[in-house]
């Protein structure tokens, strides 16, 4: 599967999984996604139109579509190499960004003394 295929069918998994689109009048969702060997996680930011932010995490078992995103870009790279964290922005409209991350694996880390500024941050992101 190619991979703008295959962000799709992440995209998709994602809207069908509970637990990502909980929070019922969601406007925006923002997803951390990272690999690192073998294991992969995802967690996230769901928004509502007043910018109300409820933290989110898909299944575990819909974590397949992530490794398989990540599987079709590395091979899609001359060099072969992958990326360690992606970001996937999905609005109520469909729109659909992605950025991915091959040096930082600090980028868009969530911490305890960040996570008020990460939530800020991602709310004023364009999908």
Known sequence: MKKNETLIKLCQTML????IVEQPDWEKLI???????????MRGYSYNLLGQCLLVAPDPANLNQLKALHAAMQADNATGRGWLKCMIRISRAGEIGADF???????WNHT???Y???IKEYAAMPV
């Open 16 to 19: 069908q999984d509970p637990e």
């Open 112 to 114: 305890p003394e960040n």
């Open 31 to 41: 997803l951390i996604g990272e690999v690192e060997g073998g294991d992969v996680g």
């Open 101 to 107: 991350e091959y040096d930082d694996p600090g980028r």
């Open 116 to 118: 008020q500024d990460r």
